[in-house]
């Protein structure tokens, strides 16, 4: 509007005083910035508009009041319910908390019991914030100038962060002290599932480690340069993608692949995990893309509008959450299909996430609001999971996956045909196949060897 006021001031002043303008930034909760369009037009309608949305909000703190009720209270003020959209329920029973987190937060995680939660950036700060108050419990300054990444045990004793091409740190979550000692090392990311498993990566050497123990575990070369992770929910299947568009699943407790996806058309912005292993959801710059696992069949895809955000998806185990501009739209995960749509924020939400017991959704805006949400009050029956696939065959497995049975390459069925053919079995004698090569070197053109009558 800045912009437009100086270039042609009769635009905007015609813009600002629109009636179907005016409605549609209320109902996106922009009021102070509409106030601020108006306050800097400065014409008499611009100005009567104002004077009546300064009576409204007048004596009450519109980041506190509900927002749909001030939102249809400015409407029937202005004499905009007739112009204005079909209004969107604000569930308000399913927020949790609406802290207002700096403009520059890179990494966010929240606690297991929902109480606090943890914020890194740009400003070499770490801010604890408190959901109860809305608050800031205490802020640390970070060993390094921008931080990239932070996480909280599952018990919620302590808290780490760290740096790219540095070494993570943590600090008790009551005292905020710095913990010692931290061996860990370096932390590109780190993953969680509901029970208890943490599993830390470091893309310079491609080593998983465990930040409860501080043990590393190294894993194979091809494992360098990850830049996305996803854990199932219980704990045995890490995902592990990178720029190329390659995907793998590992085993995390022993460091090995056990399975490798076909290589994807695009870089990777975010994975997502079945519960059981089932499906993967793939997510780059254009589409989101659900695979069945292990045969790597399409189950849908998703093309949201919106900008590269869009991708910064949140995986539950029955539904996804993908930001679309200022919205978060939940899709099946069995069909793709639309559950239900969240249309409360102000501005285009940059990242959207899950906390690891699946209970609560983060999706944070542009506009430095980080909203917790409670997922049970989003999705009807969201508490529901797909069942796990379970194989007992002759040996004594007690629970295989369904990505344990991988399929087979060329030289390995070759070697199972082997096996299973009559005819191949450990030979007794060495000379035995020379004596049967050379029997069939001494017959005649014209006579039929026994081998042969045989085959």
């Known amino acids: 509007m800045w912009h ?10 015609e813009l600002v005083t629109h009636p179907h303008w005016q409605a549609a930034r209320i109902q996106r909760f922009e009021v102070q910035g509409l106030l601020t369009d108006l306050t800097l037009v400065g014409s008499p309608e611009s100005s009567a508009t104002a004077s009546a949305i300064n009576d409204v909000i007048s004596g009450q703190d519109p980041a506190v009041r509900d927002p749909g009720e001030l939102a249809r209270d400015l409407l029937r003020a202005l004499g905009l319910t007739a112009v204005a959209a079909p209004a969107v329920p604000w569930p308000r029973s399913a927020v949790r908390a609406v802290p207002r987190v700096p403009p520059y937060t890179r990494d966010f995680a929240l606690s297991l019991d929902g109480t606090w939660l943890v914020t890194v950036g740009r400003d070499r700060l770490i801010r604890v914030y408190d959901l109860a108050t809305q608050s800031v419990r205490r802020v640390i300054e970070g060993p390094y100038d921008s931080l990239s990444h932070c996480s909280i045990a599952p018990d919620g004793g302590f808290f780490m962060a760290g740096a790219v091409g540095e070494r993570a740190r943590a600090w008790d979550a009551v005292s905020g002290e710095k913990r010692h000692p931290f061996t860990v090392g370096e932390v590109w990311k780190s993953v969680q599932s509901p029970n208890g498993t943490w599993i830390s990566y470091d893309m310079r050497t491609g080593t998983l480690g465990n930040p409860l123990t501080g043990k590393r575990r190294g894993t194979a070369p091809r494992t360098k340069g990850m830049t996305q992770m996803a854990l199932s929910a219980d704990g045995g299947t890490l995902a ?19 399975f490798q996806l076909p290589r994807q058309p695009a870089e ?18 254009n589409e989101i893309r659900v695979l069945e696992l292990p045969s790597g069949r399409a189950r849908f895809t998703l093309k949201p509008g919106g900008t590269t955000g869009s991708t910064r998806y949140a995986v539950h185990a029955n539904w996804l959450a993908v930001p679309d501009r200022h919205r978060v739209r939940i899709h099946s995960t069995r069909d793709g299909a639309l559950l239900s749509t969240l249309d409360v924020h102000r501005n285009s939400i940059l990242d959207c996430r899950l906390s690891p017991d699946g209970k609560h959704l983060m999706p944070l805006g542009d506009g430095e609001l980080l909203m917790v949400w409670d997922t049970t009050a989003l999705v009807p029956g969201n508490a529901q999971s797909e069942p796990l696939r379970v194989w007992q065959g002759a040996r004594s497995f007690k629970r295989i996956e369904s990505w344990h049975v991988l399929p087979l390459t060329r030289l390995s069925c070759a070697v199972v045909r082997c096996l299973w053919s009559p005819k191949c079995g450990p030979t007794t004698t060495p000379s035995g196949p020379r004596r049967k090569r050379s029997a069939r070197r001494r017959n005649s053109p014209g006579q039929v060897s026994s081998d042969a009558r045989r085959r």
């Open 4 to 13: 437009l006021r100086h270039c042609a001031p009769e635009a905007a002043a």
């Open 240 to 258: 592990m993608g990178n720029a190329k568009g390659d995907v793998s699943l590992w085993d995390p407790r022993s460091g090995k692949r056990r």
């Open 268 to 285: 990777i912005n975010r994975l997502g995990l079945a519960g059981n292993g089932s499906w993967i959801a793939i997510g780059d710059l």
